[in-house]
């Protein structure tokens, strides 16, 4: 069965300093993957998707199959960048095709 | 586009009432996901459709919650009778199967209390 972890439920920093939220999971196939993202008061959103390899607002994410692993990762963090973040994962075979599984979430909190 | 409609916005009942939610998904998609979203739990698929067939309802917590979907572009979620541990964020989503595959587009959500 495909799971997605998020470790961390709350993740503070100050403006400025590196963050890294992480997301491991466990997948029998080809992993695709992606960030959500939830401001406050708007609805939950896609940041970015491994296979695109771009950055948005600063984030990236690598894929790193020998870690099963995909960390979403910004060098200086700004006060928006507050939100719940979603890792999630694609099932793209089987009778599931389509379906995502995320991970518990992340609140990131950036403070001034 | 107005995206994903879902009404109502916010819903406050007393346990043991039937409660129906409902979902319009953007045109043209054809999947439909429903979500709840909790503190404790995070964000938990509930049931998906298909070109308006149920595919997964797996995530469905009891036989109190069901979930219909009559035609492309509307789906309610259903419960009956309601408990006070239901109270949670529940959320619609729908995607283009074939375009952008894993990129849902979420509604604003239902947020559900029940006393």
């Known amino acids: 069965a495909q799971r997605v972890t998020q470790p961390e439920k709350l993740l503070s920093v100050f403006k400025g300093a590196p963050v890294e939220l992480k997301c491991n999971y466990s997948y029998s196939g080809s992993p695709e993957l992606f960030w959500y993202v939830q401001y406050s008061r708007q609805r939950l959103q896609l940041l970015l998707r491994?296979?695109s390899r771009e950055s948005i607002k600063g984030f990236t994410a690598d894929l790193n199959k020998g870690e099963t692993s995909f960390h979403l990762k910004k060098p200086f963090a700004q006060e928006e960048d507050s939100a719940m973040y979603y890792c999630?994962?694609?099932?793209?075979?089987?009778?599931?095709?389509?379906?995502?599984?995320f991970g518990q979430g992340t609140i990131l909190t950036v403070h001034p | 586009d107005a995206g994903v409609i879902q009404s109502p916005r916010h819903e406050v009942t007393e346990m043991g009432q039937e409660v129906t939610l409902r979902c319009k998904p953007i045109?043209?998609?054809?999947?439909l996901f429903w979500y709840r979203q909790t503190m404790m739990r995070g964000l938990e698929l509930l049931i998906y459709?298909?070109?308006?067939?149920?595919?997964?309802d797996s995530g469905m917590p009891e036989d109190r919650f069901s979930a219909k979907m009559p035609n492309a572009s509307f789906s309610t979620l259903k419960i009956q009778p309601s408990e006070p541990r239901d109270s949670a964020v529940y959320f619609c989503?729908?995607?283009?199967?074939?375009?952008?595959?894993?990129?849902?587009?979420f509604g604003p959500g239902t947020r559900l209390t029940v006393l």
């Open positions: 491994h296979i």
């Open positions: 999630a994962l694609l099932n793209a075979g089987g009778t599931s095709y389509g379906k995502l599984t």
């Open positions: 045109s043209g998609h054809n999947s």
């Open positions: 459709f298909n070109n308006n067939v149920p595919i997964d």
């Open positions: 989503a729908s995607s283009a199967k074939r375009e952008r595959l894993g990129e849902q587009f």
